[in-house]
């Protein structure tokens, strides 16, 4: 009878056979996914091929954000688009490497980072209550934080007139990738800081979202999800 319904509706929308794909809502395999980025960027050399690399991680991570949300292509064409583009951009790279192409498409990555972080957001606010995948939902943004910026830091690198360090160099990915999470985690090492008035700026931004991220959505998120399980 539901599926009798929903074809019905289907055809009065004038989308026939256009359904939600499986919203499973857990986000625990997608969080698997931003982590094998992570360490990737991390332990890949800082070569053009990881840069292609890194994309394809990246594109493949928003299209599972994408199923485990129930996103159709319909219904988010600028999603998909962004995963297919992103997808030929890095294939395009592997096959002429060059270093104005190399460059795009880091910026790119951080577009795809951005756009696997609203997903994962609406996503979990459409389930219309907090539970254990809402806490994997906000792992997973909290973690694609820390990959934005990485990607922010690296086109300052290469946009720059100077070294973005004041260490005297632009850093490797590895580099950037850990600079930007000591930033997030606010743990100030100080072995690497940022040389001018824009990566200032960016360092303190990042520190600031990384906090009020912690103290307000996952705090939020935990203790609802503590109430929710004491409550009959």
């Known amino acids: ?84 583009a992103g997808a030929a951009g890095a294939m395009a790279n592997l096959v002429w490497q060059g270093n104005d192409l190399t460059a795009a498409l880091s910026l790119f990555a951080g577009v795809l980072t951005i756009a696997i972080a609203v997903v994962i957001a609406a996503g979990a606010v459409a389930q219309g209550e907090v539970n254990i995948k809402s806490v994997g939902g906000a792992i997973c943004v909290y973690m694609l934080i820390g990959m934005v910026f990485l990607f922010a830091y690296g086109a300052v690198a290469a946009l720059g007139s100077g070294p973005f360090f004041a260490q005297g160099t632009d850093g490797t990915r590895p580099v950037r990738l850990y600079f930007s999470f000591v930033t997030l985690a606010t743990l100030g090492y100080g072995d690497y800081t940022p040389a001018d008035n824009l990566g200032h700026t960016l360092a303190i931004l990042e520190a600031l979202l990384g906090q009020l991220y912690l103290v307000t959505v996952v705090a939020v998120v935990v203790s609802r999800l503590g109430r929710s399980r004491r409550e009959p």
């Open 1 to 84: 009878m539901t599926t009798e319904l929903t074809e019905v509706r289907d055809r009065l929308s004038g989308r026939p056979g256009l359904r939600k794909m499986h919203a499973s809502h857990s986000y625990w395999a997608v969080l698997g996914a931003i982590f094998v980025g992570f360490f990737f960027a991390a332990l890949a050399p800082n070569e053009s091929w990881a840069t292609s690399v890194l994309v394809l991680i990246q594109s493949g991570t928003l299209l599972l954000a994408l199923w485990t949300a129930g996103w159709t292509a319909s219904d988010r064409v600028i999603s998909f688009g962004l995963a297919v």
